[in-house]
């Protein structure tokens, strides 16, 4: 998964085929890393590499607050951090298997909706709209999500993509 942060980042969510320096015993399945540029035509289902500096997802930071590592587990990711240095499209892999390139022609498709819907109506608005139909909460503001779950609303954008394409399927 790629997604394009209000910061300017881009997060990866990926797949480890291999780790190096050193080499892990039990690696992680998924990770979820930051990085500062990505690839131009960075595709989902693309093999990147680069070094990244990973940790365990976190508790709660206060009582009765949001449980990163409990979430984490059941998406399958086994850890989090960023790249140090921005990552590079990977030669010589074999080609993803067909359940992947499906899942990865999938995840294009939702990218480029968000990004035209985003567009076309700009701004934060276009980013809390592209959230309610794709699920792609990456381009709201921190701000924005602060207010939304102060005012007891941000799980309506937190599930929305869901429940939107559930309404118009047919």
């Known amino acids: 998964r790629i997604e394009q942060l209000s910061s300017g980042r881009t997060r990866l969510t990926l797949e480890v085929l291999a780790t190096a320096r050193p080499e892990l015993r039990y690696a992680p399945d998924r990770v979820r890393a930051t990085a500062r540029e990505v690839p131009p035509g960075l595709r989902p289902g693309d093999v990147v590499e680069g070094v990244t500096r990973l940790m365990p ?54 990218l480029r909706m968000a990004h035209r819907i985003s567009s076309q109506i700009g701004g934060p608005e276009g980013a809390i709209a592209a959230a309610l139909i794709t699920g792609i909460r990456a381009g709201i503001p921190e701000s924005i999500n ?12 937190s599930i929305s993509g869901l429940h939107m394409a559930l309404v118009a399927a047919p």
Request: net charge neutral; hydrophobic share 40%; glycine share 12%.
């Open 57 to 110: 997802p976190s508790g709660p930071v206060r009582p009765q607050g949001y449980d990163f590592a409990f979430n984490s587990y059941f998406d399958g990711i086994g850890g989090i951090g960023y790249f140090l240095s921005n990552p590079e499209v990977a030669q010589g892999h074999p080609p993803p298997r067909a359940a992947h390139r499906i899942w990865a022609m999938v995840e294009s498709w939702r």
């Open 146 to 157: 602060e207010a939304l779950r102060v005012a007891g609303l941000y799980h309506v954008i």
